[in-house]
């Protein structure tokens, strides 16, 4: 209970901070925007590579029976660190010139809701795949030792990888979407996801091994951030400076808590039903064709 309380209490604060955080990076420099804003994700690959290396660290050292005892506690030891640095980082932060120049509203999700309906569900299908994507990558050790026997400590390491890409790539990504715009990169990326997961997993069911865990999650890491490096900017760039917080905030947790949290949960469910270890590319190929629709929703909603 007490887990779930802690757990509860992190969704809720990382779901309120995202908007804050993207939105500030965002209108740093609007002729950069893409860069500076491909951070807030860059960041999450360094959590993840942290999160798996931990892992693989906790499964390598202690014994299956210590871990289930005790030894799961260590990782989230080290989560209190968090606390201390962000209340720092807040306490020393100036707002940006774009948000001091605009006139904020007394009620922003009133507004938000409003004025920008349809460009908020469009922000939570952006959000879909690179969610499910990380989710699933998070996911992938689990399945890999399970479903596939393969040793949990070395696709820990594998997973580790995707978060070493995520950090690197996603802020080139980001500075591209400058230059070429925000859109290619995250079609292009889950139009691939999208054809090929299911032959990937096939592939790596058929005959498991780590060589072949390690080219799809790499794959999965490049294609991920080559899909998120721009959403940040595309997504700032939705709403107004007064709506724009609350609005990524709303639509980040939106889509997080119903798609990507249970991302997990779905992918154990559809093996369970389907008997075949090739269904976690199931969701992933859902979460991809909601993110194109979104996608190409994007030109219309702004132009309204």
Same mark, same amino acid.
């Given at each position: 209970? @007490?887990?779930?309380?802690?757990?509860?209490?992190?969704?809720?604060?990382?779901? +309120?901070?995202?908007?804050?955080?993207?939105?500030?990076?965002?209108?740093?420099?609007?002729?950069?925007? +893409?860069?500076? &804003?491909?951070?807030?994700? /860059?960041?999450?690959?360094?959590?993840?590579?942290?999160?798996?290396? =931990?892992?693989? @660290?906790?499964?390598?050292?202690?014994?299956?029976? *210590?871990?289930?005892?005790?030894?799961? $506690?260590?990782?989230?030891?080290?989560?209190?660190?968090?606390?201390?640095?962000?209340?720092?980082?807040?306490?020393?932060?100036?707002?940006?010139?774009?948000?001091?120049?605009?006139?904020?509203?007394?009620? #922003?999700? $009133? !507004?938000?809701?409003?004025?920008?309906?349809?460009?908020?569900?469009?922000?939570?299908?952006?959000? %879909?795949?690179?969610?499910?994507? @990380?989710?699933?990558?998070?996911?992938?050790?689990?399945?890999?030792?399970?479903?596939?026997?393969?040793?949990?400590?070395?696709?820990? *390491?594998? /997973? !580790?990888?995707?978060?070493?890409?995520?950090?690197?790539?996603?802020?080139?990504?980001?500075?591209? =979407?400058?230059?070429?715009?925000?859109?290619?990169?995250?079609?292009? =990326? /889950?139009?691939?996801?999208?054809?090929?997961?299911?032959?990937?997993?096939?592939?790596?069911?058929?005959?498991?091994?780590? +060589?072949?865990?390690?080219?799809?999650?790499?794959?999965?890491?490049?294609?991920?951030?080559?899909?998120?490096?721009?959403?940040?900017?595309?997504?700032?760039?939705?709403?107004?400076?007064? $709506?724009?917080?609350?609005?990524?905030?709303?639509?980040?947790?939106?889509? %997080?808590?119903?798609?990507?949290?249970? &991302?997990?949960?779905?992918?154990?469910?559809?093996?369970?039903?389907?008997?075949?270890?090739?269904?976690? =590319?199931?969701?992933?190929?859902?979460?991809? /064709?909601?993110?194109? @629709?979104?996608?190409?929703?994007? #030109?219309? *909603?702004?132009? $309204?």
């Amino acid at each position: 209970v @007490i887990l779930l309380a802690g757990r509860l209490v992190q969704g809720f604060a990382v779901g +309120g901070e995202f908007g804050s955080a993207t939105a500030y990076l965002a209108e740093q420099d609007p002729a950069r925007r +893409g860069f500076y &804003a491909s951070w807030q994700f /860059a960041s999450q690959g360094l959590t993840a590579l942290l999160a798996t290396a =931990s892992g693989a @660290i906790v499964t390598a050292s202690l014994a299956p029976e *210590v871990i289930d005892a005790w030894g799961w $506690r260590i990782p989230f030891a080290f989560g209190l660190i968090i606390g201390p640095i962000g209340y720092f980082i807040r306490r020393n932060l100036e707002e940006t010139a774009e948000f001091t120049a605009g006139k904020p509203h007394s009620n #922003p999700f $009133r !507004s938000l809701v409003q004025k920008d309906s349809a460009r908020l569900f469009v922000a939570v299908g952006l959000i %879909v795949f690179g969610t499910v994507a @990380i989710y699933t990558i998070v996911f992938m050790p689990t399945f890999a030792a399970r479903q596939l026997g393969l040793s949990m400590p070395k696709s820990f *390491v594998a /997973a !580790s990888l995707t978060g070493i890409l995520q950090l690197i790539l996603v802020p080139v990504f980001g500075a591209l =979407s400058d230059r070429i715009g925000r859109l290619p990169f995250p079609v292009a =990326s /889950a139009a691939v996801t999208l054809c090929g997961i299911y032959p990937a997993f096939n592939w790596l069911a058929g005959d498991p091994t780590i +060589g072949k865990l390690i080219a799809i999650q790499v794959a999965l890491g490049i294609l991920t951030a080559c899909y998120m490096g721009p959403i940040p900017a595309l997504m700032s760039e939705l709403f107004q400076v007064t $709506r724009r917080t609350t609005a990524l905030s709303v639509s980040y947790a939106l889509a %997080v808590a119903i798609f990507g949290g249970f &991302a997990p949960f779905v992918h154990a469910w559809l093996i369970d039903v389907t008997e075949t270890k090739t269904a976690p =590319s199931y969701y992933v190929i859902f979460a991809a /064709a909601i993110s194109l @629709i979104a996608l190409f929703m994007v #030109p219309r *909603v702004q132009r $309204r």
